[in-house]
């Protein structure tokens, strides 16, 4: 299992990033895909997540800190799942790192809970400028 995330950078307060988490060694459409970040000196925090489809849909949970500035999508052609990041602010500055969690069947919704996920990326580094 691999994960291996982009996108990140450095970016102004306002700016958008959009961080990509792309996926190999495993049936990627039947794998839960959370986004984390970690702020230095703060504890890891699950700020979105995608459930795997249940045909049709797919279920997405938002952090309330994020939660109507970032989206998360994913396409399972590409195993990779995208979080787009509007509105950027200094305090969004983080590693983000995405990790994936098999889901037994579909329409469950996905949980935001580091401690559910056994597979993880390395990150990518976030640093908004104000």
């Known amino acids: 299992v691999q994960l291996v995330e982009s996108g990140g950078g450095l970016v102004q307060a306002g700016g958008s990033l959009r961080l990509s988490c792309a996926a190999s060694?495993?049936?990627?459409?039947?794998?839960?895909i959370g986004w984390f970040r970690q702020a230095p000196g703060k504890e890891r925090e699950g700020i979105s997540c995608?459930?795997?489809?249940?045909?049709?849909?797919?279920?997405?949970d938002y952090a309330d800190s994020v939660k109507g500035r970032f989206t998360i999508s994913r396409d399972n052609a590409k195993n990779t799942v995208y979080l787009q990041i509007n509105s950027l602010k200094p305090e969004d500055t983080a590693v983000y790192s995405c990790?994936?969690?098999?889901?037994?069947?579909?329409?469950?919704?996905?949980?935001?809970?580091?401690?559910?996920?056994?597979?993880w990326g390395q990150g990518t580094q976030v640093t908004v400028s104000s």
């Open positions: 990790a994936a969690r098999y889901s037994w069947r579909p329409g469950v919704r996905c949980v935001r809970d580091q401690g559910m996920y056994p597979y």
């Open positions: 060694g495993f049936t990627f459409g039947d794998y839960d």
């Open positions: 995608i459930s795997r489809s249940d045909g049709s849909t797919y279920g997405a």
